[in-house]
């Protein structure tokens, strides 16, 4: 019996993909179908599939064809794949031609011709590509726009921004649209990212939702809990997609981390605790300029408070923020430590822009704890120790773009599919336009 074995994402499963599995097929008398796992997929920098591995399982089971299905995880699996199930034959289509011949050290390799005319990313294009607008300061919003080059199905419709068209960055001259008018910018899109101050969000979200557009708005999204809760009432009234932008929230590693300590692997979570500094201010800082710049709890409090809400919700009992404020401007916070109490745990951010302190996270529980050096925000690394230090465990995970290529992903998808694929819930992104609320009226604060 002769055994064949295949490999392939089948994203929106075509043609192209039923002739490759027939002619596979017709090799031997056995097919195995491996199919890539969505890690694997956005390790080889694939990241905007747009089915489920569960569903390309299936669309791969109801052709038929395949005598057997596995999963594809890892680099290198290939080989372990073809010793484990005694393959004698390797094969996949033409446009992967050369990149497997080191496996004809253990079966025979053969390239199909690859059909031509068809592909998934076709059929993805096809779908409409969303214009995007972005709204803030050139410089700062030169990261998302490369990022989003690696997205398929999104394109930069336009840049607003209240600086001289001639100071712009080389990669925003030529956009369709470059505009000091937010109006303007409006009627050339169909999805906005905005990055303007925190104290334009509000009007700016606010805006573009009532014509219809679909937001992803930086955290702070506003600066009162009423107000956020507003907007996104306004968002489900126009059918549009609101959501905040936390990069951190789309980190692999971040994730895993949370459903780690979620399912219980430390025990019962007792402490978080999230510093986020940084020194530099990137733009000159007389009073004007830092007037314009986000202070230390707009900019990093968001982040901070992503894991203490993500993992001991929002029902805090009582609550102490403790600022240290510029000389130059009184609304800008050097430095702010922000103590949660609740019922049965406790949490602390340390957020500071002008202070430097170690940037990293701890959740303690009853078992253990979870470790991630800084800069925790972007890391693709993390710990879970135990007093055993045997029993110590690593985790690793690829982190492309800082996640905020998998934040855009998440909001083409909520776009297409006409509700929130966020991974920042409603409810943590009021508590955090709460916390701003405060923080500005100075309840609960203590100034140093
Ligand atoms: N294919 C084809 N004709 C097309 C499109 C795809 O013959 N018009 C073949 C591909 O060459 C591949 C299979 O169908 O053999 C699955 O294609 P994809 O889903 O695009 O998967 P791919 O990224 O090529 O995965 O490590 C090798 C990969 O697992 C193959």
Redesign the pocket.
């Known amino acids: 019996m002769i055994r064949v074995i295949?490999?392939?994402?089948?994203?929106l499963l075509?043609?192209?993909?039923i002739?490759?599995l027939e002619r596979a097929r017709a090799l031997g008398d056995y097919l195995i179908v491996?199919v890539?796992g969505d890690d694997f997929d956005k390790s080889?920098g694939?990241i905007n599939v747009q089915q489920s591995l569960m569903e390309r399982v299936e669309a791969v089971r109801a052709t038929g064809l395949a005598d057997e299905i596995i999963i594809?995880e890892y680099e290198g699996q290939?080989i372990d794949d073809i010793r484990r199930y005694h393959i004698d034959i390797f094969?996949?289509?033409?446009?992967?031609k050369g990149?497997?011949d080191y496996l004809s050290a253990y079966c025979k390799v053969v390239y199909?011709?690859?059909?031509?005319?068809?592909?998934?990313s076709e059929i993805r294009s096809h779908q409409r590509e969303i214009r995007l607008g972005m709204v803030g300061m050139p410089e700062d919003l030169l990261k998302f726009h490369k990022e989003s080059s690696f997205v398929n199905g999104v394109k930069t419709a336009g840049i607003c921004t209240e600086g001289p068209a001639e100071e712009l960055p080389e990669a925003f001259r030529g956009l369709p649209c470059v505009t000091q008018s937010y109006q303007e910018l409006l009627e050339q899109s169909d999805a906005l990212y905005i990055l303007s101050h925190p104290s334009r969000h509000y009007e700016q979200v606010r805006a573009a939702l009532e014509a219809g557009r679909h937001v992803l708005c930086e955290a702070p999204a506003a600066l009162t809990a009423k107000q956020c809760r507003e907007l996104f009432a306004l968002a489900r009234e126009k059918g549009c997609i609101l959501m905040e932008g936390i990069k951190t929230a789309y980190s692999t590693a971040y994730y895993r981390l949370l459903l780690l300590a979620k399912s219980g692997q430390i025990g019962k979570i007792v402490s978080v605790d999230a510093t986020c500094t940084r020194l530099a201010e990137d733009r000159s800082s007389g009073p004007e300029q830092l007037n314009r710049s986000w202070n230390s709890l707009c900019d990093w409090g968001p982040t901070a408070m992503l894991p203490v809400f993500q993992l001991l919700g929002t029902e805090w009992k009582e609550k102490q923020i403790i600022s240290h404020f510029s000389d130059a401007d009184p609304a800008y916070d050097v430095f702010s430590r922000i103590n949660f109490v609740y019922p049965e745990a406790t949490a602390s951010i340390k957020v500071g822009k002008g202070v430097k302190a170690e940037g990293d996270l701890i959740v303690s529980g009853t078992r253990g704890y979870i470790y991630v050096p800084a800069p925790w925000w972007k890391t693709d690394y993390f710990e879970i120790r135990y007093e055993n230090p045997a029993e110590n465990r690593r985790y690793f995970y690829q982190l492309d773009g800082e996640g905020i290529r998998y934040e855009i992903v998440a909001f083409l998808k909520s776009i297409e599919k006409g509700r929130s694929s966020s991974y920042v819930e409603e409810e943590v992104s009021e508590a955090i336009a709460g916390v701003m609320e405060d923080f500005y009226s100075r309840r609960d604060t203590r100034t140093i």
Do not use: A, N, Q
């Open positions: 295949t490999y392939g994402t089948f994203d075509h043609y192209g993909h002739r490759l491996g890539t080889r694939k594809e290939k094969t996949v289509g033409s446009d992967w990149k497997f199909l011709d690859r059909t031509e005319g068809i592909s998934s």
